[in-house]
């Protein structure tokens, strides 16, 4: 069974740079692409991009010059980084498995993230 | 792009049917048969309840179904229960340069 954790910090300072990484447990991110969504407190989810193992990305176009994912598939890991936050960036971020791009299958169980100074 | 519209609550009785419908655009539900449609439970991840409008994962219960016509995906619980009340989102894929897009969510109440 995938089990896909997301970690890093809980609090990040407004114009800094969010960092988050989502280990994959049970199965191996090589043949598949992942992806990072985000839900803010009491709002719906919000895809920010995805990145199929061989290191090619795609990005939601309003956020693509803030956000860089990459892999590391030696150590199965998927890593978030969202530059430049403002408060508007305080949500929960999840990481999640993309089945050849048709659906999200395996999702983590989320991190909460708030901006503030 | 903006989120596929969803109504802001649907509530039925135990044993009910509910539809929630999903309305997009010609540029997404209209265009590709790549609607998903997710379970949330307060304060957990999302689930995934349906893919490509209408197959079930394995798992899922066969109370859920989906569709589509035109630009509005829609979901059907049958045999509603209390645990199927929850957040439910849909979501589609919108081509080459926006790629998924979600719906604004819809809340669940059982009766």
């Known amino acids: 069974q995938v089990q896909l954790q997301e970690s890093g910090p809980g609090l990040v300072k407004p114009s800094e740079t969010l960092s988050l990484t989502c280990t994959v447990s049970g199965g191996s991110s090589s043949s598949y692409y992942w992806s990072w969504i985000r839900q803010p407190p009491g709002k719906g989810l919000e895809w920010i991009g995805y990145?199929?193992?061989?290191?090619?990305?795609n990005y939601k176009p309003s956020l693509k010059s803030r956000v860089t994912i990459s892999v590391d598939t030696s150590k199965n890991q998927i890593s978030l980084k969202l530059s430049s936050v403002t408060a508007a960036d305080t949500a929960v971020y999840y990481c999640?498995?993309?089945?050849?791009?048709?659906?999200?299958?395996?999702w983590g169980q989320g991190t909460l993230v708030t901006v503030s100074s | 792009q903006s989120a596929l519209t969803q109504p802001a609550s649907v509530s039925g009785s135990p044993g009910q049917s509910i539809t929630i419908s999903c309305t997009g655009t010609?540029?997404?539900?209209?265009?590709?048969?790549?609607v998903s449609w997710y379970q949330q439970h307060p304060g957990k991840a999302p689930k995934l309840m349906i893919y490509?409008?209408?197959k079930r994962p394995s798992g899922v219960s066969n109370r859920f179904s989906g569709s589509k016509s035109g630009n509005t995906a829609s979901l059907t619980i049958s045999g509603l229960q209390a645990e199927d009340e929850a957040d439910y989102y849909c979501?589609?894929?919108?081509?080459?340069?926006?790629?998924?897009?979600f719906g604004t969510g819809t809340k669940v109440t059982v009766l």
């Open positions: 990145i199929y193992y061989s290191g090619s990305t």
């Open positions: 490509e409008v209408s």
């Open positions: 010609s540029s997404d539900v209209g265009s590709y048969n790549l």
């Open positions: 999640a498995r993309v089945d050849d791009y048709r659906f999200f299958d395996y």
């Open positions: 979501c589609s894929y919108a081509g080459s340069n926006t790629f998924y897009v």
